[in-house]
T-cell receptor, first 114, second 113 residues
Framework: NAGVTQTPKFQVLKTGQSMTLQCAQDMNHEYMSWYRQDPGMGLRLIHYSVGAGITDQGEVPNGYNVSRSTTEDFPLRLLSAAPSQTSVYFC?????????????FGQGTRLTVV | GENVEQHPSTLSVQEGDSAVIKCTYSDSASNYFPWYKQELGKGPQLIIDIRSNVGEKKDQRIAVTLNKTAKHFSLHITETQPEDSAVYFCAAPPWSSGYALNFGKGTSLLVTP
């Protein structure tokens, strides 16, 4: 059971480039989310989805797009990368059991924008 | 939205001592309070959680206490071991954003032999 898989693990982008961070889960979880982690800032929510076809913004959504066409996949798109988006990105999923429960995190994608 | 404050930001203890990390939250409707451990180069992993209908929960050397009136909850690690060294995050879910979690800024725990 792979859990939550993020690709790539590392990426370097030039300012202005676009890219997609991939996230896939094989646990049939309804809820998925993206966080960014910066030193001293903890984990901040970028976007989340409560099911296929439904997405919403989190605390820091600017510069990022998401879509949820399937239950398994929740890609995060950087439209025009900026140095301020240098960060470690984590995808997480959790089952919708009518109450909050454990979130399972991927291993992270370390992104550097130069 | 939910505001989660976590203290201290760093904590150094000797092996065998206890460690306590405290968090406060602002949304009185929050009813689920997890703690995550993040080891270097890995994603956070749930170590214990508590719901608002209980005041304390234990799992071997770790325990979490919750005071809903004061809106704070704490992680207690007893008989610390070097492998407990990691970054610990508390979290609380703002009711308005589905299953999202607002995280504290983390506590870097170092257990020295």
């Amino acid at each position: 059971n792979a859990g939550v898989t993020q690709t790539p693990k590392f990426q370097v982008l030039k300012t202005g480039q676009s890219m997609t961070l991939q996230c896939a889960q094989d646990m049939n979880h309804e809820y998925m989310s993206w966080y960014r982690q910066d030193p001293g800032m903890g984990l901040r929510l970028i976007h989340y989805s409560v099911g296929a076809g439904i997405t919403d913004q989190g605390e820091v959504p600017n510069g990022y797009n998401v879509s949820r066409s399937t239950t398994e996949d929740f890609p995060l798109r950087l439209l025009s990368a900026a140095p301020s988006q240098t960060s470690v990105y984590f995808c997480a999923s959790s089952p919708d059991r009518g109450q909050r429960t454990e979130a399972f995190f991927g291993q992270g994608t370390r992104l550097t924008v130069v | 939205g939910e505001n989660v404050e976590q203290h201290p930001s760093t904590l150094s203890v000797q092996e065998g001592d206890s460690a306590v990390i405290k968090c406060t939250y602002s949304d009185s409707a929050s009813n689920y309070f997890p703690w995550y451990k993040q080891e270097l180069g890995k994603g956070p992993q749930l170590i214990i959680d508590i719901r608002s209908n209980v005041g304390e929960k234990k799992d071997q050397r770790i325990a979490v206490t919750l005071n809903k009136t004061a809106k704070h909850f704490s992680l207690h690690i007893t008989e610390t071991q070097p492998e407990d060294s990691a970054v610990y995050f508390c979290a609380a879910p703002p009711w308005s954003s589905g299953y999202a979690l607002n995280f504290g800024k983390g506590t870097s725990l170092l257990v020295t032999p």
